[in-house]
């Protein structure tokens, strides 16, 4: 028998509603994209890339729905806006809902950013049987959850670090420990009393974590 794939709705009024498509995509494409900034060096040749953050993945796919022949009133309209109605602002949580789509192994949590309706065929009265749905679903997850997913390490040495323009100590403690919340850690080793002002040029410590 083969795997239907589901849209699950996971929050708001209509929590627990599954929507399951008509005919399973030929494809989907999943982006990730990272951020970096890029610092000039006076005498290099290349700018210095500073990793600032991941974007937010996202998923496409083609859903194609038909329902013609199914009765005299068929219209595929009343498929398509169960997955446009999930666009909507749910009135409890002043937003769209949070949805899951799930085909087999694959389980995406987000929200959907964009959604193009595209009607190809029609019964004599005029009402669409055929359409083609172009959809993306943006991934959504809370500070927490993103945290917990990053690994932790420790730095196994004492370091030392120059200071370039721009830099904050959040930015090296993530660099360094792979979580931000460790600036204190930097600036108690340094005597830094305000993290909001660093000097160019100076040379940090950058202490082991135990």
């Known amino acids: 028998m083969t795997t239907k794939a589901v849209i699950e709705v996971l929050n708001g009024g209509k929590k627990g509603t599954q929507i399951k498509v008509l005919f399973n995509p030929n494809n989907y ?5 990272n951020q970096f900034a890029w610092h000039t060096v006076p005498g290099l040749s290349m700018p210095i890339a500073q990793f600032v953050s991941g974007q937010t993945p996202s998923l496409s796919m083609e859903l194609f729905l038909d329902c ?19 666009l909507d602002v749910d009135k409890d949580l ?15 949590q987000g929200i959907i950013e964009k959604l ?51 830099d904050a100590l959040w930015m090296i403690a993530n660099d360094e420990y792979e979580d931000p919340s460790k600036w204190r850690e930097i600036a108690n080793a340094n005597g830094i009393d ?10 940090l410590t950058i202490p082991r974590l135990e």
């Open 94 to 108: 002043h937003a769209p809902p949070l949805v899951k789509f799930v085909w087999g192994s694959l389980k995406f």
């Open 194 to 203: 305000n993290p909001k002002k660093l000097e160019a040029g100076r040379t």
């Open 68 to 86: 013609y022949g199914e009765d005299a009133n068929a219209d595929v309209r009343n498929y398509t806006r169960q997955i446009a109605g999930l």
């Open 116 to 166: 193009t309706q595209k009607f190809t065929m029609f019964s004599n009265k005029g009402n669409p049987v055929r359409a083609t749905l172009n959809v993306t679903f943006k991934a959504v997850q809370g500070i927490k959850e993103q945290f917990q997913e990053i690994p932790r390490q420790s730095a196994d040495r004492t370091k030392q670090k120059l200071l370039r323009q721009g």
């Open 29 to 33: 494409s999943l982006d990730h994209s």
